[in-house]
Each structure stands twice: as structure tokens, then as C-alpha cells.
């Protein structure tokens, strides 16, 4: 292989990993939106569950509403459940004050 040849192989290979690196950064948005969209999901059929629960007269509550424990098993999976940066993935799963005052909060 000349070195033409290879520079030309070297261009190509680079444009393809440009290509695979703009496709994963495209999938990596659409898996994003998709948790994110799950998450909200879960969490408003836990709400919807929790209505139809207290309709029929449902008994006492537990420490934490079934929505919340939803938001702390979200949390716990590594996910974010706070305003700031919902369904986002916490990195190295460090603690987020944010989300901490969305699960636990009085009231």
C-alpha cells in the first residue's frame, strides 16, 4: 500500500467513524427521551393507581406514597427525579440533593 492509498483508507476511516459517532449521539438522544418518557409514564400510572385506590376506600398509607417510592426506585436505578434534570442518568451514581427533597419532602 502506497502512502496515498493509505491516507485516502485513513480519510475513509475517519469519515465512518464520524458518521458511527453521529449516529450514536443521535440513538444515545433518542434512548435519552425514551427513559425519560418511561419514567413519566410509571410515575403517572402510580398516581392513577393510587386514586383509584384511595376511591375505593383504601387503607392506611405507607411511610412514602406509592408515587414517591416509585421517584426513590427511579433514583435508585440511577436516574434523576428532580426538576432540574429528570430522567437524566446520574453519573457514577452520586447523590443529587435535588432529587432527595423530591422524594422525601414533607407534604
Not at 403517572?44 to 375505593?56: G, I, P, W
Amino acid at each position: 500500500m502506497n502512502k496515498k492509498e493509505l491516507y485516502d483508507s485513513f480519510i475513509a476511516l475517519t469519515k465512518a467513524t464520524q458518521a458511527n459517532l453521529e449516529q450514536l449521539q443521535l440513538l444515545q438522544s433518542e434512548i435519552s427521551q425514551v427513559i425519560e418518557q418511561n419514567a413519566e409514564l410509571e410515575i403517572e400510572n402510580e398516581h392513577l393507581r393510587d386514586l383509584l385506590n384511595q376511591s375505593k376506600g383504601s387503607a392506611k398509607e405507607p411511610q412514602l406514597s406509592k408515587s414517591r417510592q416509585n421517584l426513590e426506585k427511579l433514583y435508585e436505578e440511577g436516574f434523576h427525579v428532580c426538576k432540574e434534570w429528570y430522567g437524566k442518568r446520574r453519573e457514577d451514581d452520586e447523590a443529587c440533593a435535588f432529587c432527595m427533597e423530591v422524594i422525601y419532602r414533607e407534604g
